[in-house]
């Protein structure tokens, strides 16, 4: 199985170019995991026949949202955190919303493992949504994970977890490290937060197969023709449970892939366990 994720930022404009046409052909996805789609699945103009598709929409039209189109069905969708979850971490509404209705975060559970996709949310310049996501947000999302796979919502399953994580781990993450240490993507909260996924067992699938390799990134901002000259940062993933990250290969980025600020990621899987 081929398993993709793309922050799409903005689903429409995407197939309006007619990059999500080509996408499709160029790759032949069996799962597509998409982030910041901006819209409803009825303000979608999609013909898929091959695909099962669940869109979660945040509630202010135009924002955020997350889908996932898959070949197989899954058993079951869960929209957003769960309220245990919700309560428990005390995840905030701010000035920016509530970060419970922006349709961040689905999960799908299929025969052999839990897939989540997650568009986390952005510290913002000013950093005005960093507690949000370091203090509630992060810790959230882990201790959800924590209880897919333990078999909350289901039988105990392996979780495969994608998404723009808003965040560069480390150094080698992103072209500018030092002129950057501190803002935004790239403040040492925001950086151990992430590392919390990995010391909790989660494997980064792209950084275990390519320890070392350099300008390997995923987003690059419109000014100054930073894609172009690839100044860029990685802050999209695919991370997996431990029993399950054996059966993960060729994790891989798609610059070439136009029509978004942020390309596909992809790591193929086993259909079955080993």
């Given at each position: 199985m081929r398993l993709f994720s793309w922050n799409v930022n903005g689903i429409r404009a995407v197939i309006k170019k007619g990059a999500f046409a080509q996408f499709l052909d160029t790759y032949q996805p069996d799962i597509i995991c998409l982030q910041e789609t901006k819209a409803s699945r009825d303000q979608v103009e999609l013909d898929l026949p091959a695909y099962h598709e669940h869109f979660y929409a945040a509630q202010k039209k135009g924002y955020a949202g997350t889908a996932i189109l898959s070949r197989t069905q899954p058993r079951q969708y869960r929209d957003g955190l769960p309220d245990t979850v919700i309560t428990q971490y005390g995840l905030p509404v701010d000035r920016y919303g509530n970060p419970n209705d922006?349709?961040?975060?689905?999960?799908?559970?299929?025969d052999n493992f839990w897939l989540v996709t997650c568009y986390t949310p952005n510290a913002k310049g000013d950093l005005s949504r960093l507690q949000l996501r370091v203090n509630h947000w992060d810790p959230a999302c882990l201790a959800y994970l924590k209880e897919l796979a333990a078999g909350a919502y289901s039988q105990p399953k392996p979780v495969l977890y994608s998404g723009d994580m808003n965040v560069a781990h480390t150094a080698i993450d992103l072209a500018n490290p030092q002129a950057n240490t501190g803002k935004h993507g790239f403040t040492a909260e925001e950086r151990r937060g992430f590392q919390h996924y990995l010391d909790a067992g989660f494997v980064d699938t792209f950084r275990a197969a390519f320890p070392e390799q350099t300008g390997a990134y995923t987003w690059w901002?419109?000014?100054?023709?930073?894609?172009?000259?690839?100044?860029?940062?990685?802050?999209?993933?695919?991370?997996?449970?431990?029993?399950?990250?054996?059966?993960?290969?060729?994790?891989?980025?798609?610059?070439?892939?136009?029509?978004s600020d942020h390309c596909p990621v992809s790591i193929e899987i086993s259909t079955s366990a080993r």
């Open positions: 922006e349709g961040r975060i689905i999960a799908a559970e299929f901002s419109h000014w100054a023709n930073a894609r172009a000259r690839n100044i860029g940062w990685r802050i999209d993933y695919w991370l997996a449970s431990a029993d399950i990250a054996p059966r993960v290969t060729n994790p891989a980025i798609h610059p070439r892939q136009m029509g």
